[in-house]
Every structure is written in C-alpha cells, then in structure tokens.
C-alpha cells in the first residue's frame, strides 16, 4: 500500500527567508506526487504535480519541488515566503495500481514571522 | 473561476441522526469524490465517483454512508445514523478526468461536529 509521510508537522520561517518542506512515501513503482495548500477556510489548491520526466517541478505561487526516487522523497520549497504563505501544506501520492484516490500526508503548518 | 462548493460549511447533528452534506462540483467534471479529516489525523479517500456509480471506496465508506449525484449538479454524501467518531472535515472534490491525469479541484470542506 502507498503512504506519505510528512516529518514536520510545524514550521515557523520568518518573511524572506526559503522554506523547505519535506515528505517522504512508499511505493513499489513510480508515483504521482502532488503537492497541496490550504488556506484558513478554504480548500485544497494543487501546487504541483509530478509524474514523469524532469525531476524538477515547477508549481504555482513560485513553489517548486524536487523528486528523488533514491531517497523516497518529494520536498516542497521556495526561495522567499511572503506573509500569505503561511498555511498548512499536504503532499500526496496516487498511482493507477491504486485506483483513483490520493494518499494525503498528515500536512505541515507553515507560519510566517513578519 | 470555477470552484466546488460545499453547504453547509458547519453541521452539528446529534448522535444517531442522518446527516446529508452537499457539494456542487465543477459543471464539467466528470469524476467525484469525498475525503475527510479527523481533527489531528491524515486527510483520507472516501469514495469516487464516475458515470453514476461508485467507482472506489474505502473500508471506511461503510453501509452507513452512501453517495447521490441527484439532479445532475449535486453530489451528496448521506451518513445515515451518525456516530461520535464521524466527526471530521469532509471533503468534496471534482475532476474532469482521472485524478492522476488531471487536478482534482476540492471545496472548503464542511465540517461535522457529532454530539
């Protein structure tokens, strides 16, 4: 069965500076990853999403994150956190083996320091 | 922009009662699904929709829940005699193709209080 871990449950970074988020999985075969934010009262918004190819993927509201297989990972970051940053972040993992549905991390909260 | 939307956005409903939880997904999506939130815990898969039947569940999507797609532009999930431990965030959420191949659009959440 797949999973996804999400190590940091809390995070504070103070505006400007980069933010890393990290998160692990476990699957036999290739997945696809994504990356999610929710904002208070609101939904989850897709961020990014990696299948194939470049390792590298780029994402909305600058976010960007890399996929490694040898280290079972799919880190989340960004160069400079703005104030509107601050939310929780869920990363998640699908495959077609595994039917439809995604397998969500158990999110980190990001809080920003002006 | 299109969004799904979920009604109501707090239901508190006493213990062995029927709740119903409404979402109107994205209007040209063809692919729905519920996930919930236990406070605390991971988001997790409920059902999938597609083609006016369920697609997948889980092993939580028990004979007390069951899923409608009514009149075309609702999707409902119904519990029929909640239980204290059906408290959580659910989840509505919409695709216009498979979710793996597309991005899936999720609404606010409505949360469930069970007293």
């Known amino acids: 069965a797949q999973s996804v871990t999400q190590p940091d449950i809390h995070i504070t970074v103070s505006e400007g500076a980069s933010l890393e988020l990290r998160c692990n999985y476990s699957?036999?075969?290739?997945?696809?990853l994504f990356w999610y934010v929710q904002s208070p009262g609101q939904g989850l918004q897709l961020l990014l999403k990696?299948?194939?190819?470049?390792?590298l993927v780029q994402g909305i509201k600058g976010f960007e994150a890399e996929f490694k297989r040898s280290q079972s990972s799919f880190n989340l970051r960004k160069p400079s956190v703005h104030w509107s940053d601050a939310a929780e972040y869920f990363c998640?993992?699908?495959?077609?083996?595994?039917?439809?549905?995604?397998?969500f991390g158990g999110g980190t909260r990001v809080l920003v320091k002006p | 922009e299109p969004e799904v939307t979920q009604t109501p956005s707090h239901q508190v409903t006493q213990m062995g009662q029927e709740v119903i939880l409404r979402c109107v997904p994205i209007?040209?999506?063809?692919?729905f699904y519920w996930y919930r939130q236990i406070l605390g815990q991971k988001v997790e898969f409920l059902v999938s929709?597609?083609?006016?039947?369920?697609?997948?569940k889980s092993e939580i999507f028990d004979d007390q829940f069951s899923v409608e797609r009514p009149d075309g532009s609702n999707f409902t999930l119904k519990i029929r005699s909640t239980k204290l431990e059906d408290s959580a965030m659910y989840f509505c959420?919409?695709?216009?193709?498979?979710?793996?191949?597309?991005?899936?659009?999720f609404g606010q959440g409505t949360r469930l209080t069970v007293v």
């Open positions: 959420a919409s695709s216009v193709g498979q979710p793996l191949n597309t991005e899936a659009f």
């Open positions: 699957y036999g075969a290739t997945p696809y």
């Open positions: 990696y299948f194939s190819g470049d390792t």
């Open positions: 998640a993992v699908g495959a077609q083996a595994a039917g439809n549905k995604l397998t």
């Open positions: 209007s040209n999506h063809l692919y």
């Open positions: 929709f597609y083609n006016n039947e369920i697609s997948e």
